[in-house]
């Protein structure tokens, strides 16, 4: 009976190791899209070259967008 209880968590086991790898990997992506999002719109808001490259109320000053006082 015990050798039968050892073939079936065996079983159980090597089944949801592709669903936890799978989930693991959807993670990862998750969290890495999530960054490069963070980063994409940091970017933007603070590196410029001329006043349009800012948002309204920003103005570039020395290649950062800053509030406009």
């Given amino acids: 009976m015990k050798s ?4 079936c968590v ?3 086991f090597g089944c949801f190791m592709p669903v936890l ?3 693991g990997v ?3 992506v998750y969290q890495f899209r999530k960054e490069a999002k963070q980063v994409k719109q940091a970017i933007p808001d603070s ?5 349009t490259d800012c948002p309204p109320g920003y103005i ?10």
Avoid: E, K, M, Q
Avoid at 47 to 51: G, L, R
Avoid at 60 to 69: D, E, K, L, M, Y
């Fill in 47 to 51: 590196v410029c070259s001329i006043d």
């Fill in 26 to 28: 959807g993670t990862t």
């Fill in 10 to 12: 065996a079983l159980l």
């Fill in 60 to 69: 570039c000053i020395s290649g950062r967008c800053v509030p406009a006082h």
């Fill in 21 to 23: 790898i799978w989930v």
């Fill in 4 to 7: 039968f209880r050892n073939v």
